[in-house]
């Protein structure tokens, strides 16, 4: 990877790839403000703290597809494969913020804080969050909590914190969408045919072979 390439990567997924959408961010441009903007703030040059407040990666376990299936007996594979349910996608963040030699605890502490405040406000004025990672970029997300990660045998103390993203299921066209080919049509009220065409009523002789009409001859379960 070239050093151009190798800058723009960290950039992007290093350095500031979390987006404050709206809220605290409404009245600047596009309404969005890159994460390193606020924190970067109340920092340091950065040619004095040798690199920005804190830097990003996504952690295992976020989801790129998630869908949840009926756990109810199914006919055959078909239906079990249309009765079938999105579910939002969650992408975990960690920000690595160790204390930095010009400033320490004190500049930290101011930042950490401010963070938080400017946070909750974000969140409460209802502001959303992007998320971008080499894997996809997650837009639209609400962010569910930050904790502290830091190993108990480290050194430092609060310098790992987690940062929860959920992607939900917002439009009701986009939650039809949502909803796989059996799930749309129970949705909707159609009639979804079982294939019970050929199966007699309870207490029916199975061997009459009246047994699979109704009364006026017509095929029972059609």
């Given at each position: 990877?070239?050093?151009?390439?190798?800058?723009?990567?960290?950039?992007?997924?290093?350095?500031?790839?979390?987006?404050?959408?709206?809220?605290?961010?409404?009245?600047?441009?596009?309404?969005?403000?890159?994460?390193?903007?606020?924190?970067?703030?109340?920092?340091?040059?950065?040619?004095?703290?040798?690199?920005?407040?804190?830097?990003?990666?996504?952690?295992?376990?976020?989801?790129?597809?998630?869908?949840?299936?009926?756990?109810?007996?199914?006919?055959?594979?078909?239906?079990?494969?249309?009765?079938?349910?999105?579910?939002?996608?969650?992408?975990?963040?960690?920000?690595?913020?160790?204390?930095?030699?010009?400033?320490?605890?004190?500049?930290?502490?101011?930042?950490?804080?401010?963070?938080?405040?400017?946070?909750?406000?974000?969140?409460?004025?209802?502001?959303?969050?992007?998320?971008?990672?080499?894997?996809?970029?997650?837009?639209?997300?609400?962010?569910?909590?930050?904790?502290?990660?830091?190993?108990?045998?480290?050194?430092?103390?609060?310098?790992?914190?987690?940062?929860?993203?959920?992607?939900?299921?917002?439009?009701?066209?986009?939650?039809?969408?949502?909803?796989?080919?059996?799930?749309?049509?129970?949705?909707?009220?159609?009639?979804?045919?079982?294939?019970?065409n050929n199966v007699p009523a309870a207490g029916?002789?199975?061997?009459?072979?009246?047994?699979?009409?109704?009364?006026?001859?017509?095929?029972?379960?059609?």
């Amino acid at each position: 990877m070239t050093s151009t390439a190798q800058t723009l990567f960290e950039l992007a997924y290093q350095d500031s790839p979390i987006f404050l959408n709206n809220g605290i961010a409404q009245f600047l441009p596009g309404q969005t403000m890159p994460i390193s903007l606020f924190t970067q703030l109340l920092d340091l040059p950065i040619e004095q703290n040798n690199g920005l407040f804190a830097q990003y990666k996504p952690l295992s376990g976020g989801t790129l597809a998630s869908w949840q299936i009926a756990e109810y007996p199914f006919l055959n594979l078909q239906m079990a494969a249309n009765a079938v349910i999105q579910m939002p996608l969650n992408i975990s963040m960690l920000m690595i913020c160790p204390a930095q030699t010009n400033g320490g605890y004190a500049v930290k502490i101011a930042i950490l804080t401010a963070l938080q405040n400017a946070i909750q406000s974000h969140i409460l004025q209802g502001g959303s969050f992007t998320v971008l990672t080499p894997a996809y970029a997650y837009t639209n997300c609400l962010l569910t909590g930050i904790k502290d990660i830091t190993p108990p045998s480290d050194k430092q103390v609060q310098y790992l914190f987690q940062w929860d993203f959920t992607q939900p299921l917002i439009t009701e066209t986009g939650a039809v969408q949502t909803l796989g080919t059996f799930m749309n049509r129970v949705q909707s009220g159609a009639q979804t045919s079982l294939t019970w065409n050929n199966v007699p009523a309870a207490g029916v002789n199975p061997y009459d072979p009246n047994a699979y009409n109704g009364p006026n001859g017509e095929s029972v379960g059609s």
